[in-house]
């Protein structure tokens, strides 16, 4: 045959468009991303995720139990030079002797705290004592799990740590996250750098700490992952008889004293 004959027998393969397949997380997040209430096949809530990734962005938050004592130090972020720093607070009251911090959302810290505030004078009303600590943790508890099965509402995007005693006088640390479970604790950490913050307690705590001991590891702890200064960082300590709220001044000496990080710098240039 000629030429033209065979040119022309063979047979013309059109272009394949390969597209990129989304990764199977994607296509998950996809649809049940968007509401609430649905359960994506693989089990998650992910708007709960997405809260819990709020209080992950939230300021460093650490929490501990002494033998007589709870320990609460927040790192507060730096206020605008003509704010009224006493707006700005990441350690609430919900009761006469016990504290509350929080890490994530402001506003949504404000709204629960002060549901959790009626809640303690509705107890007092009806059952004419105090609320111990594990009350108010478990009505938390309660109130954040019920904004995660309910359609037209979002999760409250905090974790908060609260400190107070209970019924046989005893400390007690709890923590509350958007998902609605409430954990005790002996020491711990939410917020930005948790991690870290949680491994250092694990190696540093030891029982029956008094309000010094337990005062030092908490600060230590938010050493770990700031650089910490009075003016930054907020303490309370909740004790049986009062709530004490650290001031500046009190608080600028041992942080200086507790600050090894140019002794860590140091070490490390050696190291090199």
């Known amino acids: 045959s000629s030429p033209k004959t065979a040119s022309s027998s063979r047979s013309v393969v059109a272009p394949v468009l390969v597209f990129a397949q989304p990764s199977p997380l994607v ?4 649809g049940y991303d968007r509401a609430i209430t649905v359960f994506s096949p693989d089990g998650h809530l992910f708007q709960v995720e997405y809260a819990l990734e709020a209080v992950r962005k939230g300021t460093t938050t650490v929490g ?34 016990i504290a509350l911090a929080f890490a994530g959302l402001n506003a949504d810290a404000r709204v629960l705290v002060n549901k959790t505030r009626i809640e303690c004078q509705s107890y007092r009303l009806n059952v004419e004592d105090a609320p111990t600590v594990d009350y108010v943790a478990r009505y938390i508890a ?17 974790s908060t740590l609260l400190g107070g005693f209970n019924t ?48 030092r590891l908490a600060l230590k702890g938010l050493l770990e992952v700031t650089e910490a200064s009075g003016k930054n960082i907020e303490v309370v300590i909740v004790q049986k008889t009062a709530v004490k709220w650290m001031t500046e001044d009190e608080l600028d000496p041992l942080l200086k004293e507790l600050d090894d990080t140019a002794e860590k710098i140091a070490k490390l240039k050696e190291q090199a």
């Open 27 to 30: 296509r998950a997040m996809s």
């Open 64 to 97: 501990v139990r002494g033998k007589d004592c709870v320990i609460l130090a927040v790192e507060k972020r730096a206020t605008p030079k003509l704010q009224d720093p006493r707006t700005i607070r990441k350690i609430l009251m919900v009761d006469g002797d």
């Open 142 to 158: 309660r109130t954040q799990q019920k904004y995660t099965h309910r359609g037209g509402v979002r999760p409250f995007g905090i």
């Open 168 to 215: 046989d006088g005893k400390p007690e640390l709890f923590q509350t996250d958007p998902a609605g479970t409430y954990y005790a604790w002996k020491a711990t950490a939410i917020g930005k750098n948790s991690k870290s913050v949680v491994d250092f307690l694990e190696k540093k705590f030891v029982e029956d700490l008094d309000q010094e001991g337990a005062l």
